[in-house]
Each structure stands twice: as C-alpha cells, then as structure tokens.
C-alpha cells in the first residue's frame, strides 16, 4: 500500500507553461518534503513544509502543504528544461522516527 | 558540503553471488539508509541503521542485510543475489533531531543476470 500518492506520474510539456504536481495521503505528516532526481544522481532536497497551510516558494517553484498535513503541492511557473527530473515527495511522521515515505514520483520533461 | 559516496556506480552479478554495496558519508551523521528505487514504485526502504552496530528493519528487509562497523559506512548485503534484485540502490545519511532531510548518493544500479 502507497501511503503517499502522487499524480501525475508522468508530465510532458513544452518550455514556458505551467505545471502542478500533487502529493496525496489519508494520512497525516508532521511534515513533508519534496526532492528532485536528476538522471544517474541521488535525490536531493528542494524544501520541507512544516505547518499545516504552508506556502514556500524556490525561484518558480511554489510548495504548499495541506491544511490538513495529508496533502502538498509542487507548482511550477514558466517551466524550464532544467527543470527537466523526477520529483519525489517524502512525508515524516513522528512516530515512524527517521524513516520517510516516498511517493513514487512525477518524471516531469520540459521540451524546449 | 554533506558528500555520500556509494562504492560502484554499476555492478553486474550472477545469481547467486554475494554482493556487497557499500556507502560512506563524511558529516559525521548518525541515521544511514538503504533503498532500492523501481520504476512506478519510488523509493522503498530497505534497512537503516541510527547508530554504529544498530540496525533496524525496513519495509523489504527480505533477501538483505547491513553493517555499520564505523559511523561513517554502512554496507549493504545481498547473501545470494537473485534476478528480482535487480534495481537501483540509493543511500542515504541524516544527521539526527528534528531535520528529516536526507543527503543521498549517486546510487549504483544493479544488474543480477
């Protein structure tokens, strides 16, 4: 069973439009992170949404967690190819100490 | 700069070899990861370990194991690799308290033929 689902698995679009990627659960967080891939690399952190309600914004890339910590977004404005990876979100509770869980990821191409 | 280093970046066994994937951190972190990553299935845990000698379970402990003899390597072992094995293997390291972030490797994709 997925804990963490995330839609859509996969997104083609060209250079300059925008994007939404979502990150659902029934399950609460106490807080969610979302990383990006880049082929033949690791995953490497982008942000962590803490608070229920939350907005952080990278450059083009705006985060929002759910009111009800179980769900989060990843918004991409004007999207370039160097955004070009996949896009995983990792939710902690804390009562599952370290671990996270992974949704299986959006392999998100931006063709020029 | 957290730099995790993972021993091979691509590996070809047999089924039935011993594998040994090792992975080495230099920020002194105490938590360390093991996950293998299949497409359409994300990131599944393996094992992790929040101490030297301290392991514990994760969601597909079947099939491996793991030592963590120094704080900043810990090894991953296929005891008799099989064809299902085959996968990309990332580690992973977290330094301890309230950050949840995790500091990944390159990974090292296996092929068990």
């Known amino acids: 069973t997925q804990l963490l689902e995330q839609s859509p698995q996969f997104l083609s679009i060209q250079e300059g439009e925008n994007l939404t990627v979502y990150c659902n659960s029934s399950s609460v967080f106490s807080s969610l992170q979302w990383y990006r891939q880049e082929p033949g690399e690791g995953p490497v952190l982008l942000v962590t949404v803490v608070t229920g309600g939350e907005v952080k914004k990278l450059k083009r890339l705006t985060f929002q967690f759910g009111d009800a910590r179980k769900d989060s977004s990843l918004h991409i404005t004007a999207a370039q190819p160097g955004d070009t990876g996949l896009y995983l979100c990792a939710g902690a509770k804390e009562t599952s100490g370290s671990r996270l869980t992974f949704g299986e990821g959006t392999q998100l191409t931006v063709n020029p | ?113």
Not at chain 2, 5 to 19: A, I, N, P
Not at chain 2, 66 to 88: D, G, H, P, W, Y
Not at chain 2, 99 to 105: A, D, N, P, V
Request: hydrophobic share 30%; net charge neutral; proline share 3%.
């Open chain 2, 1 to 113: 700069d957290v730099k995790v280093t993972q021993s091979s970046r691509y590996l070809v066994k047999r089924t039935g070899e011993k594998v040994f994937l090792e992975c080495v951190q230099d920020m002194d972190h105490e938590n360390m990861f093991w996950y293998r990553q299949d497409p359409g299935l994300g990131l599944r845990l393996i094992y992790f370990s929040y101490d030297v000698k301290m392991k514990e379970k994760g969601d597909i402990p079947e099939g491996y194991s793991v030592s963590r003899e120094k704080k900043e390597r810990f090894s991953l072992i296929l005891e008799s690799a099989s064809t299902n094995q085959t996968s990309m293997y990332l580690c992973a390291s977290r330094q301890g308290g309230a950050s949840y972030e995790q500091y990944f490797g390159p990974g090292t994709r296996l092929t068990v033929t």
